[in-house]
């Protein structure tokens, strides 16, 4: 859930040259984003990841700011929650984390 749903997730800190990391175990490539929106966005965005691989004995993907933005909108503001999925099948998210390069 996002900060304006009184979930942990500030969608403020979304920014043009971030994206999604998200480790899983499961099937490889399996690996979906869903951004939803109940208060006036994209009713439901699949986004599919731009780069994936292993890391820390799982699997990986990345979802840029950009993938996020053409399966969405910009309009940010009106998510209300987002869910990383399996595409078919079973998978374990271990971590979901919005990376920014340091400044």
Same mark, same amino acid.
Not at 21 to 42: D, F, H, K, P
Not at 79 to 101: E, W
């Given at each position: 859930?996002? %900060?304006?749903?009184?979930? %942990?997730? /500030?969608? %403020?800190?979304?920014? #043009?040259?971030?994206?999604?990391?998200? =480790?899983?175990?499961?099937? =490889?490539?399996?690996? =979906?984003? @869903?951004? *939803?929106?109940?208060?006036?966005? #994209?009713?439901?965005?699949?986004? *599919?990841?731009?780069?994936?691989?292993?890391?820390? &004995?799982?699997?990986? #993907?990345?979802?840029?700011?950009? &993938? +996020?933005?053409?399966?969405?909108?910009?309009?940010? /503001?009106?998510? &209300? *929650?987002?869910?990383?999925?399996?595409?078919?099948? &079973? @998978?374990?998210?271990? %971590? @979901? +984390?919005? +990376?920014?390069? #340091?400044?």
């Amino acid at each position: 859930m996002t %900060s304006k749903n009184y979930g %942990s997730f /500030d969608v %403020s800190y979304l920014s #043009a040259n971030g994206y999604f990391y998200v =480790e899983y175990s499961g099937a =490889e490539n399996e690996l =979906e984003l @869903i951004l *939803q929106s109940w208060s006036g966005g #994209a009713n439901w965005a699949r986004v *599919q990841p731009s780069e994936t691989g292993r890391a820390n &004995d799982h699997y990986y #993907a990345k979802f840029t700011y950009a &993938d +996020c933005v053409k399966e969405f909108g910009a309009g940010f /503001d009106k998510l &209300d *929650q987002l869910h990383a999925a399996a595409k078919n099948g &079973d @998978i374990t998210v271990y %971590s @979901i +984390c919005y +990376c920014t390069p #340091a400044k």
